[in-house]
């Protein structure tokens, strides 16, 4: 009788685990990993079988990791990075681009840029798979850092340390202003002149708020009052419409405005307020190739580099 045991350990035993740690429920780890609930918890099961310990506390909600399942999964992170590598590796030899390519993108680009360069991207790149998910900026740093994301496109400045941000394009601000508001006759608008009080922003969470918010009282140190906070870029150029208010969106959004409402769009003074497009990876992220060719698509269809 042999003394050795052989060790099965796969891949996506490491993945079904890590996908646990994640989401802390084997529910929705199933869902995302696209397999029963069933498989996934015999496959993690199997795991801690042949490790010979607990790797998951499944008494708590949500799941958590046990002391032994937190060092099987800082390395099964390690593995994983390793074996992604090894296979974009080999499709670069191979001149391909190909993989799994999981983007998180901020709300306030998703609705007015992802429809742009998707098709060309699916149809230049057919092996790649693409995984999108709508996030706010705070939920993308933490998806990146715990490896539930590849990418992101985002606003640039707004990610710490450890995240690499590629700059692509510059995304100018608008003033959305009602016929009804004061400032309506005018062409420019000085940020100074903004009644604070009539001014409608996105709710807390949303990075395209901070940077607003930054921007006014960093020309005129009053506090921020507002009547209204959503989510939605559309609901708050609605409320505009039908109220006295004003709104500021980017040039990304201006496209879909009708060409009867056009003349509510004003530009600010001096031309300085804007933000930056990013994508950003983490330091530690190997699927160059991929970040590239999505890189690639976006600046195709914006028609321009970043400076």
């Given amino acids: 009788m042999s003394r050795y045991k052989v060790l099965t350990m796969t891949i996506v035993q490491l993945e079904y685990l890590l996908a646990v740690a994640n989401c802390g429920s084997f529910s929705v780890a199933s869902e995302r990993c696209f397999v029963t609930q069933p498989s996934l918890s015999m496959q993690i099961k199997n795991l801690e079988e042949e490790l010979g310990v607990i790797l998951l506390d499944r008494s ?6 046990t002391e032994a399942g937190q060092v099987v999964i800082r390395n099964a992170r390690e593995t994983l990075k390793a074996y992604n590598y090894i296979k974009e590796s080999v499709s670069e030899l191979k001149g391909e681009v190909a993989g799994t390519m999981r983007l998180g993108v901020i709300p306030t680009v998703a609705p007015y840029l992802l429809h742009r360069f998707i098709p060309g991207f699916v149809k230049q790149y057919p092996k790649v798979e693409l995984e999108i998910r709508e996030m706010i900026t705070s939920d993308i740093v933490s998806a990146l850092n715990r490896d539930m994301l590849d990418a992101a496109l ?7 340390e ?6 692509l394009f510059n995304d100018r601000f608008y003033a959305y202003v009602s016929p009804s508001n004061p400032l309506f006759e005018r062409n420019n608008i000085r940020i100074e002149d903004i009644d604070q009080k009539e001014l409608l922003l996105l709710s807390e969470g949303h990075c395209l708020r901070d ?3 930054e921007l006014c009282q960093a020309r005129r140190n009053v506090h921020t009052s507002c ?3 959503c989510g939605s870029l559309d609901t708050l150029m609605r409320i505009v419409d039908n109220t006295s208010m004003m709104t500021i969106i980017p040039e990304m959004a201006t496209q879909f405005i009708p060409s009867e409402r056009r003349n509510q769009l004003k530009t600010f003074a001096k031309g300085a307020a804007s933000r930056k497009i990013a994508i950003a990876v983490r330091r530690t992220y ?13 600046l195709q269809v914006v028609g321009t580099a970043a400076n």
């Avoid at 985002?154 to 710490?160: D, R, S």
């Fill in 154 to 160: 985002l606003a640039g400045g707004t990610c710490p």
């Fill in 227 to 229: 009547q209204f906070e």
């Fill in 60 to 65: 708590k909600k949500p799941v958590i990791p």
């Fill in 211 to 213: 940077q607003i918010v």
């Fill in 286 to 298: 190997v699927k160059g190739s991929l970040v590239n060719a999505l890189k690639d698509s976006i």
């Fill in 162 to 167: 450890g995240i690499v941000e590629q700059e």
